[in-house]
């Protein structure tokens, strides 16, 4: 055990939390003597030991998707027992909030992750900030920003957003997809994760590496195979390197997808794939971001502009069509190979709920 003092001076969280992906928990290893230059050391936490923990699980979850990481006893009652007439909530919440507390959030630290406070007579659980418990969904919406401020004070955001994106490997909170208290969050997470994708893909471009602005499309659509914002942006770059039959190949192949979902690409998604086939020159012009979404405008030459507002992007059905690149009228075959998704994109399915 460290003393009060010696915790004041840590200088790394206690806890991390992985929650984009595969949900896991991670305790930092203290040796016996810590060098100032030594970097953080931590050891995963078993599932067997947080695994079969089902409501002191539900708690921490729900309080990383609340504001501030703080929800009142009503509010963690109702999210967790919905249905709570037919049990003494009150104790159950309290049961899960020690086990949480004393089993899963332990740490041998002086003070805990996991706090009761009170006010104006109402009971409100709080999680510990990001210093000593360290989520990646808040890292990612915490760089995404950075990054926007960093470009609008005209410095360079291009590491912050490389930092963010690698963060944004999977789905926040995977394993409860359908809870109806985790589609606000998934929701702001899923549009921070869009801005440093097509911000990264236009900084890419601009710095003339246009083979990473492709793979990280390419990368987007495989999980995605049906969000149009990636689609469309990865139509504009074929058709800018002279690949046009490839960029009506992925549309053909979004098309055929959406199908399966009974559904149909947007109006600007299919005006764009209906002047690629009439072979107009397409270039792109005045975009705008911030951090409640895109814009972005589709100059079409000698024709009307097309605008499209660019929102949180959707998912779709597990594809069941392999595209493979193939060069056309002198174009150059592109290195990357269109395969289905690992997995089924639950996106979709998760906005849809509620």
């Given at each position: 055990m460290h003393s009060a003092a010696e915790h004041d001076q840590t200088k790394h969280p206690l806890m991390r939390i992985t929650a984009l992906g595969e949900f896991a928990l991670e305790r930092l290893v203290r040796p016996p003597v810590w060098a100032e230059e030594e970097p953080p050391r931590y050891a995963r936490v078993a599932r067997s030991e947080w695994g079969d923990r089902g409501p002191a699980v539900a708690l921490l979850k729900v309080l990383l998707c609340r504001a501030n990481r703080r929800a009142s006893r009503d509010e963690l009652i109702e999210a967790i027992w919905?249905?709570?007439?037919?049990?003494?909530?009150?104790?159950a919440l309290d049961s899960a909030a020690s086990?949480?507390?004393?089993?899963?959030?332990?740490?041998?630290?002086?003070?805990?992750?996991?706090?009761?406070?009170?006010?104006?007579?109402?009971?409100?659980?709080?999680?510990?900030g990001q210093h000593r418990l360290w989520v990646d969904a808040d890292a990612l919406l915490s760089l995404a920003s950075q990054a926007l401020r960093a470009e609008c004070q005209g410095q360079d955001p291009l590491p912050l957003l490389e930092e963010a994106h690698a963060l944004a490997g999977g789905e926040f909170l995977e394993d409860d997809l359908y809870a109806e208290w985790a589609q606000p969050r998934r929701h702001t997470i899923n549009g921070?994760?869009?801005?440093?994708?097509?911000?990264?893909?236009?900084?890419?471009?601009k710095d003339g590496r246009v083979g990473l602005a492709e793979e990280l499309l390419f990368a987007a659509l495989e999980e995605e195979p049906t969000d149009e914002d990636a689609l469309t942006r990865l139509m504009i770059l074929l058709v800018e390197q002279e690949r046009r039959q490839e960029a009506?190949?992925?549309y053909q192949y979004t098309q055929d997808v959406l199908q399966e979902e009974q559904a149909e690409p947007a109006v600007y998604t299919r005006e764009l794939a209906?002047?690629?086939?009439?072979?107009?020159?397409?270039?792109?012009?005045?975009?705008?971001?911030?951090?409640?979404?895109?814009?972005?405008?589709?100059?079409?030459?000698?024709?009307?502009?097309?605008?499209?507002?660019?929102?949180?992007?959707?998912?779709?059905?597990?594809?069941?069509?392999?595209?493979?690149?193939?060069p056309c009228g002198g174009q150059t075959p592109s290195p990357y190979r269109y395969r289905p998704p690992r997995r089924r994109s639950r996106r979709l399915a998760a906005l849809a709920v509620g």
């Open positions: 919905p249905d709570h007439e037919a049990i003494n909530a009150a104790h086990v949480l507390r004393r089993h899963i959030l332990c740490t041998g630290e002086v003070g805990s992750l996991l706090l009761t406070l009170r006010s104006g007579g109402e009971t409100i659980f709080k999680l510990a921070a994760r869009h801005r440093v994708l097509f911000k990264l893909v236009d900084l890419y471009r009506l190949q992925l209906r002047r690629i086939r009439q072979g107009l020159v397409l270039r792109e012009r005045g975009e705008l971001y911030s951090a409640s979404g895109r814009v972005r405008t589709l100059l079409l030459m000698g024709q009307d502009a097309v605008s499209r507002d660019y929102g949180d992007a959707s998912g779709s059905k597990r594809a069941r069509l392999t595209i493979t690149a193939a």
